[in-house]
């Protein structure tokens, strides 16, 4: 998830740049850069936001009406000045920039290395500068085309070259690209955004188009370069709403986001009929000496957690715990070196996280982060890192994080079954099926996001929320009840379905909701029984059950039904109907979902 812009016609194209660039820091905000092509071919780039690269650009002339900018949020190599875009061919004759994870890009820079060729960065985008640089016969948009042949990922990708200063070519798959039409100029940028204070033409390009830019005309191709027409669409929004993709907010935009979540967290670990990670170094030896496991978190990372806990105990068969991390280090928890603490954090600067990290790493424990932030402090800290690969979540309320950390917890763990011979492939393969299919499922929830609004409308008298469920669904309901407190500031508990008579059951009453998950196929008549127990007490119920369940018609007041889906995926999508009724609840109460009262994104104090 990085920001891309770029710009050919008659006018200075850094102002340009650097203004779109600024519209686009949401995005991507740890490293910046540009690339102008005026007397010569100049890059200048810094770790840092758009304002370090102001400062750097101060001390340089970069005049020129043709140029690309780039504001990064990495996934290949750290956060620093070196693998910062745009990034040069190894003759500094071909400058790319690019958005998105090329998954074989190992396999292609030995190659090239092999032919001799020396690399400067760790990134995955200096390869697609070096293979155009090996195609470059005159023709960049010839030399861009074999290219985008060999690259197996997601990209949008926009390339100049000092030999033909008339034009620049860019080409998208799975990463978002538009470009804009204006009078003797045009642009191109991942996001609408960054271009609509020049045009309102906007052209939406679709997989595998391939666009050759030039100051009076776009020409749109397929993979074979035969030439194609796309539409032009006049787009009206505000800036600020074009931000958020059209949504009224971050968070919507988020949940929105959730399907290409799926799709790239488990780019390069799910392929064929196998899962695997590439970039973890375990050995089977290891694996075997694991005697007990911690998933260490705070919030909702914590609550991806329990559902770790649930999974490593069922295929893993090694004693787990969740344990929420500013308690973990001030009790005294038998740790050692046959211990493995997986710590859980979006940001990766959470405080308490990172000081029960330090704590078990003292005790001997082998740890593995699973982060969002790439360099950041966890994932430095840590002995094996793992990133979730969910982009900049801006909504102080995490949504598609929860949704990628599941997930990749989901595929370590079959991953070391697997390992562990505790999982035969023909279980493997199912798992892998399930999984090509989830994108579609997870994007069938969020188009019936009004069925959600339409329900929270009927709920403005509720005051008091209890989530159940059992097994899995516990771990839902969990995570259900921490967003709705936190962004509509209902009261919300999440309690094990079987708990509700303990107990809590004397707080329901007619102005209470219960929201039953019931999509954990072997409980789901248990938590029907619950469910009856509240119906009694005369509480409204709202049950998200598993499509052909419908004997829960006859039980709760409304029924949002989710894809069928093998029981240990299901939470990955199951979540969302979850995040939509805490966001329309915030909705329907005016307030300020983005930036909920008292909270932080990042928490970083005790
Ligand atoms: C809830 C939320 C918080 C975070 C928690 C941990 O929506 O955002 O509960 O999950 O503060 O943050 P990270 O994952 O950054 O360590």
Not at 41 to 64: A, C, F, W
Not at 295 to 315: D, I, M, P, R, S
């Amino acid at each position: 998830m990085c920001g891309i812009v770029g710009y050919i016609g008659n006018k200075d194209a850094l102002p340009i740049l650097i203004d779109g660039l600024k519209r686009l820091e949401y995005r991507g905000y740890d490293s910046a850069g540009v690339a102008i092509i005026g007397d010569d071919l100049k890059v200048v780039k810094t770790q840092g936001r758009i304002s370090d690269l102001e400062n750097k650009l101060k001390n340089e002339e970069l005049k020129g009406s043709i140029g690309l900018g780039h504001t990064r949020w990495a996934t290949h190599g750290v956060p620093n000045d070196v693998n910062a875009h745009p990034h040069l061919s190894e003759s500094k004759s071909i400058v790319v920039i690019h958005n998105g994870i090329i998954e074989n890009y190992l396999e292609l820079k030995k190659m090239l290395v092999k032919e001799g060729r020396t690399f400067r960065t760790d990134t995955d985008t200096e390869v697609i500068a070096y293979l155009i640089e090996e195609f470059y016969e005159g023709d960049l948009l010839k030399a861009v085309k074999k290219t985008v042949e060999l690259l197996e990922g997601s990209y949008a990708i926009a390339v100049m070259s000092k030999n033909e200063r008339d034009r620049f070519v860019a080409v998208r798959k799975d990463s978002p690209l538009v470009a804009g039409l204006g009078q003797g100029e045009n642009f191109i940028a991942s996001d609408i955004p960054a271009i609509l204070p020049y045009t309102k033409n906007i052209i939406i390009l679709e997989n595998g188009d391939i666009i050759d830019v030039r100051r009076e005309s776009i020409n749109v191709y397929d993979k074979n370069l035969n030439l194609i027409t796309r539409n032009i669409k006049r787009i009206d929004w505000r800036i600020e709403d074009a931000q958020k993709g059209g949504f009224k907010h971050f968070m919507l935009k988020e949940i929105f986001e959730e399907p290409d979540v799926i799709r790239e967290a488990m780019r390069g670990r799910v392929r064929d009929a196998v899962v695997e990670f590439p970039e973890l170094n375990i050995s089977l030896e290891y694996l075997k000496s694991i005697n007990q496991v911690y998933f260490v978190a705070c919030g909702t990372a914590y609550h991806a957690g329990v559902f770790g806990k649930y999974l490593t105990e069922k295929y893993l068969r090694i004693p787990a715990q969740a344990e929420v991390a500013s308690e973990f280090r001030y009790r005294d928890p038998v740790i050692d070196e046959h211990t493995l603490l997986f710590v859980i954090s979006q940001s990766g600067e959470t405080t308490d996280t990172l000081a029960a990290l330090r704590f078990g790493k003292e005790k001997g424990a082998r740890t593995i982060g699973i982060a969002n932030v790439v360099g950041s402090s966890v994932t430095r800290e840590v002995d094996q890192v793992v990133y979730i690969h969910a982009g900049p979540e801006i909504a102080v309320a995490s949504t598609k994080a929860y949704v990628a950390q599941v997930e990749v917890i989901l595929l370590l763990i079959v991953y070391f079954a697997k390992l562990l011979g505790k999982l035969t492939k023909e279980e493997e393969s199912n798992i892998v099926n399930d999984f090509q299919k989830l994108e579609e499922k997870a994007r069938s929830i969020v188009l019936r996001s009004n069925e959600i609004a339409d329900f929270v409308s009927t709920t403005k008298s509720i005051e008091e929320t209890f989530y159940i469920g059992r097994n899995l669904d516990f771990a839902l309901s969990l995570e259900g009840a921490l967003k709705l407190k936190e962004i509509s500031y209902v009261h919300a508990e999440g309690y094990p379905a079987g708990e509700l008579k303990h107990g809590p059951l004397a707080l329901v009453t007619p102005n209470s909701l219960v929201i039953a998950v019931i999509t954990y196929g072997p409980l789901k008549e248990k938590t029907l029984s619950n469910i009856k127990e509240v119906k009694a007490r005369g509480g409204k119920v709202l049950a998200i059950a598993q499509e052909g369940y419908n004997t829960i018609e006859e039980v709760a007041d409304r029924v949002f039904y989710v894809p069928k889906v093998a029981n240990d995926i299901g939470p990955i999508i199951n979540v969302i109907p979850l995040q939509l009724i805490a966001y329309y609840m915030a909705e329907a109460r005016g307030l300020d979902i983005d930036k909920p009262r008292n909270l932080a994104k990042s928490v970083t104090v005790e």
